[in-house]
């Protein structure tokens, strides 16, 4: 049977995601234009795809679990942090106002920016950096979108935050994590409600690394 996006919505119906707006974003969001090539027979799987640098994509199921906890309507301003092969970039391109998307990789930054070109999302900005400083310069940010695991969220992450504004990222030492959504309260977040459990590769940083175990990167649920 010819595999397509439906699969996708499928899965991601039995994960719990009922949002439709964000199951309108995965029908319509090619996957096989952000795989690569050896990976593009399973490209609708509900399963990561490698990438490089030991990296893989998020589960797509998972993707749309963390998208629908945001609860976008459409005008935010979003930032991204992990940009991977762009795939789930284009997905919060289609809820959002517009998204920046940091990537450590600056490979994989411009890869996902000559697909995301090519498919004509045109209201993504890509930067190359240290994901858990964000990009201040253009905060603040309705929502932020975490696709790594860390002990805890980045203060610089925190700050740039609209108060009201939702956060979700996994939480734990990368590998068995959390999925939680935050909200922006005062100077803080508070925690709203854990998603889902998953395993995610640890957040890379130039000055937040200890506590981080190692070990197999995989982003999907437990």
Same mark, same amino acid.
């Given at each position: 049977m010819h595999s397509g996006p439906e699969d996708l919505v499928r899965a991601a119906r039995r994960?719990?995601?009922?949002?439709?707006?964000?199951?309108?974003?995965?029908?319509?969001? *090619?996957?096989?234009?952000? %795989?690569?090539?050896?990976?593009?027979?399973?490209?609708?799987?509900?399963?990561?795809?490698?990438?490089?640098?030991?990296?893989?994509t998020t589960q797509p199921s998972l993707s749309a679990l963390m998208l629908e906890g945001l609860a976008l309507v459409g005008d935010e301003h979003v930032l991204e942090v992990g940009t991977g092969a762009g795939f789930?970039? %284009?997905l919060?391109?289609?809820?959002?106002?517009?998204?920046v998307s940091i990537e450590w990789w600056a490979d994989l930054s411009e890869l996902a920016g000559r697909v995301l070109d090519a498919e004509g999302v045109g209201?993504?900005?890509?930067?190359?950096?240290?994901?858990?400083?964000g990009v201040p310069e253009r905060a603040p940010y309705d929502a932020v979108l975490v696709s790594a695991a %860390?002990?805890?969220?980045?203060?610089?992450?925190?700050?740039?935050?609209? *108060?009201?504004?939702?956060?979700?990222? *996994?939480?734990? *030492?990368?590998?068995?994590?959390?999925?939680?959504?935050?909200?922006?309260a005062g100077s803080g977040l508070r925690r709203?409600?854990?998603?889902?459990? %998953?395993?995610?590769v640890p957040m890379r940083s130039r000055d937040q690394q200890r506590g981080?175990?190692?070990g197999r990167e995989y982003f999907g649920l437990l």
């Open positions: 994960a719990g995601v009922s949002d439709e707006r964000v199951l309108t974003a995965l029908r319509a969001t *090619p996957r096989e234009a952000f %795989a690569p090539l050896e990976d593009r027979r399973a490209v609708y799987d509900d399963a990561p795809l490698w990438i490089g640098h030991g990296q893989v789930q970039t %284009a919060l391109a289609a809820l959002a106002g517009d998204v209201n993504v900005e890509l930067v190359v950096g240290d994901g858990s400083r %860390a002990l805890e969220v980045p203060a610089a992450l925190v700050e740039q935050l609209r *108060p009201g504004g939702r956060l979700v990222q *996994p939480i734990g *030492p990368g590998g068995d994590e959390q999925v939680v959504l935050f909200e922006r709203i409600d854990v998603l889902v459990l %998953a395993r995610f981080l175990r190692g």
